[in-house]
Nanobody, 120 residues
Framework: VQLQASGGGLVQAGGSLRLSCAASGRTFTWDIMGWFRQAPGKEREFVAAVAWSGATDYADSVKGRFTGSRDNAKNTVYLQMSSLRPEDTAVYYC???????????????WGQGTLVTVSS
């Protein structure tokens, strides 16, 4: 499975961005798409997960502000980010897993990351 994340950029606090993650290859092998982020000097952390069914899970820090969705026909997952804060600044990664989990190590396939910068 190959994952290509896109949509990052520079935005002011309070603004919005939508990230996309396009999957190709053996996409039938994955069921859970996760979004993670890594800020400079910090560990990679879970942001959201979207199941094939459309079920979602969010980290407390983004709940109510971020919305995950997927278009199975297009093999694409989205992360709509609203009310962005400077502390949301990070490289965002999409990843694929066959397990409903927040654990980084249980995601097998990873995209290259897209940088989101939120200015104050």
């Amino acid at each position: 499975v190959q994952l290509q994340a896109s949509g990052g950029g520079l935005v002011q606090a309070g603004g919005s961005l939508r990230l996309s993650c396009a999957a190709s290859g053996r996409t039938f092998t994955w069921d859970i798409m996760g979004w993670f982020r890594q800020a400079p000097g910090k560990e990679r952390e879970f942001v959201a997960a979207v199941a094939w069914s459309g079920a979602t899970d969010y980290a407390d820090s983004v709940k109510g502000r971020f919305t995950g969705s997927r278009d199975n026909a297009k093999n694409t997952v989205y992360l709509q980010m609203s009310s962005l804060r400077p502390e949301d600044t990070a490289v965002y990664y999409c990843a694929a897993s066959s397990t409903w989990t927040r654990r980084t190590y249980e995601y097998t396939y990873w995209g290259q990351g897209t940088l989101v910068t939120v200015s104050s």
